[in-house]
């Protein structure tokens, strides 16, 4: 079987060393390798490496500032592609190239949130009609999902503009202070958005199961009665409903603020959290109504109204 000997590796540090090195000719003489051949540097790869019996390189590159990766890697293989077709490059036989990295991760990552998020929203609903025992209560309190899922994508749009938050408090910038700057759409914020999920449709329920309690003891039967009914049951679910809120909101502070390992994928997880928290304050004037148009028009109807 072959045998590689090689020089001790004092011997073969430079292209000095190199050239000393003697070479048997026919005759028998030892000729020093520097007489035969020329010795120079050049570029190369820094490692050799090989996967699957073949050899491979790394070719690393960093991200336009302000646009997400994802993206990126996309405009490059566009770039590629464009180019290989106009035959301006050209790849030699044998040779194939693929994005891997960072890039490939996000793509495996977002395959498995669009199986996820559907199933974190389907989970939600089932817990709210376990609660209320109807489609149409689970459903009017569900939309508080959707309230806070567009406070989330609003928190993200203003994140991303120059005046938001754009002043100092004490000689403190905010701006700096919050790391305001552009988010794009990546697993953490993802992430974050099924947090905010869990979440979404705390008030709401806080509103509405006390709404439900005081229509089983009142039993209006006119639109008037049900009106007065929500109202009452409004009136006396603000302040816990408003602390809810609050404390959610107060707890991401910290979170949005933080500094250091972690915080690159904290503070995009927290930011559709808190926007959504924020918006989802409506729900305490979008659930009663919903429910007053939905008990108005069974009063309508003539049917009676019962609470399960």
């Known amino acids: ?19 000393k090195i003697l070479v048997p000719s026919m005759s028998g003489v030892q000729v020093p390798l520097g007489e035969l ?7 190369g790869p820094q490692m050799i490496r090989s996967e699957n019996t073949f050899l491979n390189g790394y070719v690393i590159f960093d ?3 302000g646009k997400a990766e994802v993206d990126v890697v996309e405009e490059a293989q566009k770039y590629l592609h464009d180019r290989f077709a106009s035959g301006e490059l050209v790849l030699p ?6 994005f891997a990295g960072n890039y490939e991760q996000q793509i495996r990552a977002t395959k498995r949130l669009a199986i996820v998020i559907p199933i974190s929203l389907m989970l939600v609903f089932l817990l709210l009609y376990f609660q209320f ?6 459903s009017i309190h569900f939309s508080g999902v959707f309230v806070a899922f567009a406070g989330g994508f609003i928190m993200l749009w203003l994140y ?14 905010m701006r700096h202070l919050f790391q305001i700057h552009t988010i794009n ?6 992430v974050g958005f099924i947090a905010l999920f869990g979440i979404a449709t705390d008030d709401g329920v806080i509103m509405g199961t006390y709404i439900h309690q005081v229509f089983e003891e009142k039993k209006p039967s006119t639109v008037a009665e049900v009106r007065e009914a929500v109202v009452i049951a409004g009136k006396k679910r603000v302040r816990p409903a408003m602390m809810t809120a609050a404390v959610a909101i107060i707890a991401l502070l910290p979170v949005l603020s933080s500094t250091g390992k972690g915080a690159d994928i904290m503070v995009p997880m927290a930011i559709p959290t808190f926007g959504g928290m924020i918006i989802q304050i409506m729900t305490m004037f979008v659930v009663p109504i919903l429910q007053c148009f939905w008990r108005e028009g069974e009063v309508k109807k003539g049917k009676t109204l019962e609470i399960q």
């Open 1 to 19: 079987f072959p045998v590689r000997v090689r020089y001790a590796r004092e011997l073969r540090n430079s292209p000095e060393e190199i050239k």
């Open 37 to 43: 051949v020329d010795i120079g540097y050049t570029r």
């Open 63 to 65: 991200k336009i500032s």
């Open 93 to 98: 036989a044998g040779v194939s190239y693929t």
């Open 133 to 138: 025992k109807t489609i149409t209560a689970s």
């Open 160 to 173: 991303s503009q120059p005046w938001f938050l754009n002043f100092s408090v004490d000689g403190v910038e």
């Open 185 to 190: 759409l990546s697993v953490a914020v993802w």
